[in-house]
């Protein structure tokens, strides 16, 4: 018994190791993971060790460590990770090319969104980096994912919701589900230059576990318009897991359905952003 107990153990504390990659940071030092895991140096690096023989981590030129390519292989050969994927990337190459703006799609992890593909030029790679990993009910992705969850009248927080508190969250939710879409709050007391919205994509069985990010720059692109955005993408994707037919043309784009303004000196294709 004392055999298996152990063979548990090991396994717990590799899996806690990997989860350490998936906040956000694609990197980790040895000391990083030990903060994170609670786990002493000599454990972490012995772990490590084995996850590199087996290519489920490997050691970067600077002494850090990322997932390696086999943990990658095995993930994308899961078929609904594989066939989300493949439907959802066609359809984010196209918006970010006709928006320039950085695009995601995510789901959560615990209370925390989790971003499990991203599209951004060099000029908005930064933003990933602001963006962090914020709480579901902090972020319009989150309040997507929430929005259509299991349990959306549950709202995430530290502390027990007073009565009018909890009656405020579900008609933020219930507003989220009658546009189809979430985005950041507007108004003069909102003061972050960046703004985002999400909206869901729906699987086969009509579940909500994944949606469509995008992101902007306040006062340069609409909240509404980047939610009609991300909602006909999102539509998008929702048909390709159904499998039906894609009603998309050559021709057409994401973003003048959405309604984006131009930018400047631009003939029907709008502006390149820096967006962070």
């Known amino acids: 018994m004392s055999e298996i107990n152990g063979k548990r153990g090991v396994l717990a504390r590799a899996f806690d190791i990997l989860g350490c990659f998936t906040g956000g940071e694609p990197e980790r030092s040895v000391a990083d993971i030990c903060a994170v895991t609670d786990l002493p140096p000599a454990t972490v690096h012995r772990m490590l060790a084995t996850l590199s023989e ?21 993930g994308h050969g899961v078929p609904d990770i594989r066939l989300l994927r493949d439907c959802a990337r066609p359809a984010l190459v196209d918006l970010y090319a006709s928006t320039r703006l950085p695009v995601a799609l995510v789901t959560r ?22 963006l962090g990993s914020p709480a579901l009910d902090e972020h319009p992705a989150g309040l997507v994912l929430l929005a259509w969850g299991c349990d959306p009248d549950r709202r995430p927080a530290s502390r027990p919701l007073r009565s009018e508190e909890q009656f405020a969250w579900r008609q933020t939710l219930a507003q989220v589900r009658q546009n189809g879409f979430a985005h950041s709050p507007t108004g003069a007391q909102y003061t972050s230059p960046l703004v985002w919205a999400a909206a869901p994509v729906f699987a086969e069985d009509q579940t909500v576990s994944t949606c469509v990010m995008i992101g902007g720059r306040r006062g340069q ?22 499998g039906t037919p894609d009603e998309r043309t050559l021709g057409g784009t994401h973003a003048w359905r959405g309604g984006l303004p131009p930018g400047p000196g631009s003939a029907g294709r709008p ?4 967006a962070g």
Do not use: C, F, M
């Open 54 to 74: 087996h290519g489920a981590i490997e050691r970067t030129g600077r002494g850090r460590y990322r997932l390696g390519p086999r943990l990658w292989r095995l």
């Open 109 to 130: 992890e615990g209370d925390r969104l989790h971003i499990i593909d991203k599209i951004a030029g060099r000029n908005t790679v930064r933003v990933w980096d602001q």
């Open 221 to 242: 692109h609409p909240p509404v318009s980047l939610g009609r955005q991300a909602r006909t993408t999102a539509r998008d994707i929702s048909a390709g897991l159904r």
């Open 271 to 274: 502006a390149a952003s820096s």
